[in-house]
């Protein structure tokens, strides 16, 4: 079944103080108290690509025609994401994130989507920018987010 990213909400949690980029699962965010992010306007991509190592070898049995490289994958990097929400001054999950952004340690993060399903991670924030765009443009923050841990999907 598809469905639409409308409607899903963001939520931010916790500090975790001297948090290690770690695998989670669903007991990690248990009785975390979440403050709702208002005004989420767009969800960027969550990505992050493998880093791999590469090699080539001559091919011993045919070895007039190039080699194929090989590729292992080695290193998979901290995914990230930016996140947009139309600025609100009076908004305490935007404040939040703005302290988020100063702090060294990450949060809890959590975002609901419209079926209701959840996904939860540990974050960095390491931008605020504000979005000014067009004259007519609502002004906005994005925030760029830096995983340090794997989403943990419920339904």
Not at 38 to 63: A, K
Not at 70 to 76: F, M, P, S, T, W
């Amino acid at each position: 079944m598809f469905f639409a990213t409308s409607g899903t909400t963001l939520f931010i949690g916790a500090v975790r103080s001297g948090w290690l980029a770690q695998q989670v699962d669903a007991s990690a965010f248990a009785g975390e108290a979440w403050v709702q992010v208002n005004g989420l306007s767009s969800l960027g991509r969550t990505s992050g690509e493998w880093q791999t190592i590469d090699t080539t070898l001559p091919n011993t049995t045919d070895p007039d025609n190039p080699p194929i490289p090989n590729h292992e994958k080695a290193v998979r990097p901290a995914y990230t994401m930016e996140v947009v929400v139309a600025q609100d001054s009076q908004d305490t999950g935007q404040a939040v994130m703005l302290t988020a952004e100063s702090a060294v340690d990450p949060y809890a993060f959590m975002l609901t989507l419209a079926d209701g399903s959840e996904r939860q991670f540990i974050a960095h924030i390491v931008s605020a920018s504000q979005v000014m765009d067009e004259a007519n443009s609502v002004v906005c923050w994005s925030f760029g987010l830096l995983m340090q841990s794997n989403i943990v999907r419920t339904a």
